[in-house]
Nanobody
Framework: QVQLVESGGGLVQAGASLRLSCAAS????????MGWLRQAPGKERVLVAA????????YYAASVKGRFTISRDNANNTMYLQMNSLKPEDTAVYYC?????????????????WGQGTQVTVSS
């Protein structure tokens, strides 16, 4: 059974940093692309960042490019999202998700396993 467990969310002030972690188990972590998605209140879930299976290729949404960094540690089955210069508009529940192949995708329907989410709140 695949499990994804996020941690690291919290309440911070604008300009601060947070690092989210996603611990994975249940299948060979290094075989699959991963992604971080977020959902703000009243809005659709959107892809924030994604990384292919070996970490060599990444994707960032325009809204976070230059501020967020996605990475993964295949030896420890963990993915990270380093978030710097946080803004109030980054407030959302952040989810990690596992893709169905080695290569990341922007299509949310192709992420087949999801974590429960971790709340990030950025105050102004």
């Amino acid at each position: 059974q695949v499990q994804l467990v996020e941690s690291g969310g919290g309440l911070v002030q604008a300009g601060a940093s947070l690092r989210l972690s996603c611990a994975a188990s249940g299948r060979t972590f290094s075989n699959y692309a991963m992604g971080w998605l977020r959902q703000a209140p009243g809005k659709e879930r959107v892809l924030v960042a994604a990384i292919n299976c070996n970490g060599a290729s990444t994707y960032y949404a325009a809204s976070v490019k230059g501020r967020f960094t996605i990475s993964r540690d295949n030896a420890n089955n963990t993915m990270y999202l380093q978030m710097n210069s946080l803004k109030p508009e980054d407030t959302a529940v952040y989810y990690c998700a596992s893709g169905g192949s080695r290569y990341y995708t922007s299509r949310l329907t192709e992420y087949d396993y999801w974590g429960q989410g971790t709340q990030v709140t950025v105050s102004s």
